[in-house]
């Protein structure tokens, strides 16, 4: 099977094709640019932080394009994408951007060319709603939000 081929255009001369770091890589890196004028953006503790990649993308019908945190960047300095994953719509055709927020200590600052984020391609399960009357039972019924424990069942039992 080959690969499906995504089409990107350059809406910053800076923009730099996302590529996986290693043949095997699930995602693409996607890299920042700054606005014009600007040489580096700076994040406070806390802040979030719209950033350009300066591309635009056609995702394939039947795709989305997951934009993800890279873990170096969440164990090193605390940042990560703040709506992970983003969702790039097949039918999007706006500048593909990426919302990081800073949860470390310590200011964090963006330039041109940094690896902000991976982009992954996932196939979209489409579907439609209907209303209904009753729903099939099952084992967990309505138990949700930690109704089985956070350790095993034994740990639990314990008085
Ligand atoms: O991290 C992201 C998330 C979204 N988008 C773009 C592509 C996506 O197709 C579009 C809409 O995203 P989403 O559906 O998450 O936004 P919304 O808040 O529901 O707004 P909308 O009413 O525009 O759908 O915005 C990005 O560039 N980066």
Known sequence: MTDPVIRFIKSHPDARLPEPATPGSAGADLCAVMPDGVSAQIMRPGARLLLDTGLKVAVPEGYEMQIRPRSGL????????????GTIDSDYRGPLKVVLINHGEENFSVRTGDRIAQAVLAAVAPFRGVMVETLEETARGEGGFGSTGITTGAADAAP
């Open 74 to 85: 969440a164990l090193k300095h605390g940042v990560t994408v703040l709506n992970t994953p």
